[in-house]
Structures are given as C-alpha cells and as structure tokens.
C-alpha cells in the first residue's frame, strides 16, 4: 500500500537527485578550469567551455520541474520551501559554472606564456572552494546544520587566502612591472574563485532556510561576528 | 453435478415476478370483487330520485353522514395536528413520549364498537349530550384521532432538518419555524391524512350506532348538534336489518353509495398524496 | 521536522487587535462520546478564521457551538466558557435568538425556503418585527447587493428560490443571513456541493464581506483556507493542535501533526 502523496515524494527524490548531479557537474567544471590553468592545458580548458552548454541545460530543465511541481502539486511548508530553494540553488551553481568558463578562458590565454611562478596557492583555494560546494550540497541533502557552519566558516579562509595572495601579488608587481599582466589575470582567477565560494555560501543560507523556515543572512552575520574578533587582534579588518 | 443451483438464474427470476403478481392480484381481488357485486346488484337502484328523496331515499343519510364528517373533523384535525407537532417538533426522547406513542397505537387498535360503547359511556350518559350529532362526533374523532396524528406526524418529518436550521440560525425560535416553515409545507401531507380521516369515518356504523344515529321519518334532517341524525351506514343496517319489505334493489343501492362514498374520499386522498409528491420541490 | 523551539513556537497563537469570540476550556459531548477537549482559543474581529482538519476532527461541532446550533441536537453538552466579545453565551439566561441574530450561519448544503427570492431575504427581517414595506424593500436589496446577486435576481425577485444555481443559492443564503445584520457569519463548508467556479466567487465575496463582519469558516479543503483566511486553526480528534496567522501554519507549521495535514502526508 502506497503512502499518501509517494508519487509526490518521488517527484521531489528526483529533483533532488538532478541537483545533486548539476552541482558534481559544475564541481568537475571548476576543478578541470584550475587544472587547465595550473597545467597550461589548452584542450581542456576548451572541454570545459563545451560544458557550459550542459550546465545552462540542467538549470533550465531542473527550472522547468520545478514550476511544474508548483503548478500541479500545490506543494506546502517545507515542501514549498524544498522547491523554492532548489530554484534558487541552481541559479548559485550556474554562476559557479560561469566562473569556471571565466577560468577556462584565461587559462586558454595564458597557455602560450611561461609562468612567472608555479601555481600553488589558487590551484588550493580552488581545492577548498570545491570542498565548499560539496558541502553545501550534501547539508541539502542531509538536512546537516553543522555542514552548514562549516561552509560558512570555509568561506572566511577563502577570503584570508584572497587576501594573502593580494598582499603577495602587490608586492612582486612593485618589484618586478613586467610579471603585471600575469598577475592581474592570476588575481582575477583568484577573484572568481572567491566569488564561487560566496556563491557556495548562499547556497548553504538556502539549506538553513529549508530547514528552519527562516531566512537569515549567515555570512554577513558571521562577518560582523569576524569583525568583532579582529577588532581585538593587531590587523585592521579589510573592507570587502 | 455437484455445486450446479437447483434452478437457473432465468427460470428463479420468472417464478419469483410470477408469485409476486400472484400475490399482488390476491390482494385486489376482494376489492374488485366488492365493487363489482355492488355495482351488479345495486346500479339499476342507484337512480338520482333515491338519492335525493327525503322519505324513502338517500338524502337525509347523506345530509346527516356530511353533518357528521364535518364535525368530526373539526374536532379531530385540530387536536391531531397539535399533537403531531408536539411529537414532531416539540418532544425529547425519553419516556413520557415512548407512553404517549403506545397509547396511540392502542388507541388506533380499539375495535370500532367498543369505540362506540365508550361513546355511549362518556358522552351520551355521562356528559348528558344524549344521542346526538355531538355526541356521534365526539366518538367518531376519538376513532379518527389515531390516523390522523400519524398522518400528520409523517407529513411534519418529511420537512427536511435543513429547513428547519436555516429558520434557526437565523434567530427563529421553535415556534416560528414551526408556523412560518415546517406547517405549511407539512399542509398537503396533513391534508391527505384528512381526507383519509374522514373516509373512515363515514364508513363506519358502529360508533354511531349508540351514539348518534337514529331514523326518524318526521325530522329527517338534524336541527342542532344535539340532535339525532341519520346516517349512510346505519341506513343501510335498519334496511338490511329491521324494516321488512324494503325491496332488494334499494339495499344495495344503498351500500353501492356508501361504498362509493369511502371509496371515493379515499381515492382522492391517494390522487392528491401522489401529485403533491410529484409537485414536492425543496 | 520537530517542533522547532526558539521565540515563536507558541502553539496557540492569540491574534493581536480586537477579539470578537473566545472560548475557554471549551469541552462538548455527544452523550457519552467528547468531541471536543478543552479548546481555548480566540477568534479576531473582522477577519476570517479558518478551521481545518480531517474529518471528524470536530471543527463543525466547534463551530455549531458559536451560535449554539448545537443545543438542537439531543444528548449535547457543553462544558467551558464561550464568550462572545464579554458575555458567556452558555450563561443561564442567554437569548439564544438574540444571539443566532448576531451570530448568522451558512450551511454546506444550500438551504433556501421553498418562497420566492424576496420571501427569502426577507424572512429574517419578518422573524424580529419588520418595518413597512419600503423598509423590507431596502433591506431585501442591500443585502442581495452585498452578496453580490442583486443583478442577477432584481428582475426576479418573485420566482422561487429554487430555480436558481446551486452557486446563487448559496449567496441567496448568505445575503439571507445579512439581511439580520448580524456581527458574526460562520460558513460551515459553504463550498463543498460548489462547482470551482461558483467556490471562487463565494471567496471572493468573503474578502469583502469580512471587512464588515467576522467571518468563521470550516473547510476540508486547505487550499482554500489558505486562500482566503487570515488566521487558520488545526483541528484534530477533537482537539485544537494549532492556532496562528494562516501565512504561518501554511509556509512553516509548528507542529508536526499540522505539518503533516498541510503536506497532505496524512494516513
């Protein structure tokens, strides 16, 4: 004997299902983009701006389920909020697709070029960005508060390595003028690597919500709390 | 051959509607037949001089069964409508009215001529109405009563409750809604009971036997309530009985019009029962 | 999901602004058989209240107690307190038909009397002492206008009720209870025996009329609660499990029974 609404419980397994796999997708997307780059790969920084193609196509189709669920299932409470966060949530992903087309296209630029050094710290910046988007999906899946702070937390160490690299790439561009092109697209990199993990972070606000029914903005809570913090330590906090 | 059913499904069917109808026609057969012999033995007798010659004919019996059925009913129909919206509308289940409703039944159960002694007791000795009108009508609505409480009964459920609630919800009290909702769309329902009621008592002889009737050949017709007066049913009882010498014709032309009488109040009753029901709208 | 704990998990919420009925430890039996256990809760003036819950929950016994439609039933008892603005109205010595004055009510069966159209709307007005025939017109009209069948029927104001649909029936019966100019109109599933398209105008004529009176509907059908109510209790096996803001117990119920109802992952 069937449970009332099984056939509905399906439908959102499903949804779900097809989430999980736009987000391992994309996951691929920007770890083969840091690859190409890190590797000076041209080929596969070409695969991943085939991918962008897909990726738009799953956002679009998993949309369309979406609305159709809405339409014909008059969905409530959490239901309604399982849907409304998964529209959101793709939107997250397909930027973080974007931004790793972004990367793509600059490791195609520089592929020609000699590096002026080995990549090392945004090839680990990517690392943990992705360890980000992972966890972010899997607090979804399993309904996981704690992940949730996790990625929260993650996403402050990204903005430190941001700023590192920052300080870093300053420093030689005074000393060396001819390594600035490099630089600059490097920082970019960087730049969109950041931008994916405050995309990671809304997708793990969108996970507190489902769950709690009530929206709150987690990072910038959490930032105000950071600030606090290095308003007792020797470094002045850096505007965003 | 084990399991196989003694009959078929076809041969069960035809025997069972042939039964049926058997027993349907059984039914009739003593109506037809009734009618049938009157009509025979009495239609020739039936002309319209019998019917409307004081002496020697109809008129004065009919003239008194009218005067009798009148007054009945307006004793009985009052009295049994007001008890049937007491038992309808008014009464909680419980004791008192499980008492009442046995005392009616008991009451419709009473053989005719005991009706007729208890008459004679109660209002002809004991109230001093004497043989009369009055006295006829008293017994013959207490005979009546039964049906038409009953009958009215029906007629008062058959409102539906949502009527009812609507005239409550909207501040009606109980007796509001009775007057403005339940009663007149009870009316035709009680109407038919009436009429039922009053069949019956124009048929019936021996309520009025002691009570009221009487054949007198110098005040065929009743002066006031307190008078005696004739009737169709005991006509035909001293024709049949006490009179010598009444030629066979008259006798039963006599209760081929009493028959017809009851029969047709009662035809009418079911006429109008089955086209207020076809009309009924709500 | 369990109850969440944290400032605003109270159960039973109690609506801010005016209070038009509340009840206290409302306790009612059918005989030997509760159907309601201690039910406390408060019902906003001018606004619509909706009671959901599966069936033989008992939001129609809860709401036949507002205008004690239930005493016509044999073997009720009542035990609490229902107070209409201050008053017990199970206080010895209520008129109760001052109080069905005040506290109209619409049925899921539309129920109009076998009279003309007029007769109808009139029949309230004529029950408490109606005045001369301009008057009776005047009230007849407004309340057929108020709802919102005046232009269907002012041409035929004559013919019987009964030849109307079952959606102009329906508002007949409303415009009826208006025309006693009652405070409170409770609605016990006013819709059910409704095509959709007669459903929607009848909610939409109760957006408007809750601006003038406090309307109390029963429904089994949640969406429609949560179409036109403002507030929304669940009901069940007798007992009032949620009260709150319709917005609330629709997006994120409290309670893990009204999160089932509303999901409709019940049974």
Known sequence: MRRTRQAFDEQLEQLQQRLLEMSAFVEAMLEKA?????????????????????????????????????????????????????????????????????????????????????????????????TMLRDALQALVHHDLDLVAKVVRDDDEVDRMWYRLLDELEMKMQQDPSIVPQAIAFLLVARYLERVADHTVNIAERVAYMETGRMEDLAASHRADYAEEKAGSDEPPRAP | MIGRRVLSPKVSQAAAFALLWTSGAIVMLPVIAVVAVMVLLGARGLTWRFLTAASGGLLPAIAG??????????????????????????????????????????????????HGLFGLALFVMLLGFGRSLLAGACTLALLVLPLMITASEEALRQVPQRLRDGSLALGGSRWQTVRRIVLPNALPGI???????????AGETAPILFTAAAYSSTHPYPRSVFDQVLA???????????????????????????????????????VMRARLRAARRW | MNAVQGEASQLIVRPQGSIKFETQRLNMFYGAFQALTDVSVAIPERHITALIGPSGCGKSSFLRCLDRMNDVIQGVRIEGKVLLEEDDIYAAGTDVVQLRKRVGMVFQTPNPFPMSIYDNVAYGPRLHGAPDRTGLDQIVESSLRQAALWDEVKDKLRQSALDLSGGQQQRLCIARVLAVEPEVVLMDEPCTALDPTATFRIEELMLELRQRYTIVIVTHNMYQASRVSQYTGFFLLGELIEFGLTARIFESPQDRRTDDYVRGRFG
């Not at chain 1, 050094?117 to 910046?125: A, F, G, S």
Request: aromatic content about 4%; some cysteine; proline content about 5%.
């Open chain 1, 34 to 130: 840091v690859r190409a780059l890190r590797d000076q790969d041209a080929a596969l920084a070409q695969a991943v701006l085939a991918d962008d193609d897909t990726a738009d196509k799953m956002d679009l189709e998993i949309e369309q389920h979406c609305m159709r669920l809405l339409a014909l299932q008059q969905p409530m409470s959490r239901d309604l909020r399982i849907i409304g966060t998964t529209m959101k949530v793709i939107a997250d992903v397909e930027r973080i697709g974007d931004y790793s087309v972004d990367v793509a296209r600059t490791a195609l630029r520089l592929a020609g070029s000699r590096y002026f050094k080995p990549l090392v710290d945004i090839p680990k910046m990517a690392e943990l960005v992705g």
């Open chain 2, 65 to 114: 069964t009218a005067c009798l059925v009148v007054l009945t009913t307006l004793i009985a129909a009052p009295a049994g409508v007001a008890a049937a919206i007491y038992l309808s509308e008014y009464s909680r289940p419980g004791r008192a009215i499980r008492l009442i409703r046995l005392a009616i039944v008991n009451l419709a159960a009473i053989p005719s001529v005991v």
């Open chain 2, 191 to 201: 109407i038919t009971g009436l009429i039922l009621s009053v069949g019956r008592a």
């Open chain 2, 232 to 270: 169709l049913p005991y006509q035909l009882y001293v024709m049949a009985t006490e009179i010598p010498n009444v030629p066979a014709e008259a006798k039963w032309a006599t209760a081929l019009a009493l028959v017809m009488v009851v029969l047709g109040f009662n035809a009418v009753a079911i």
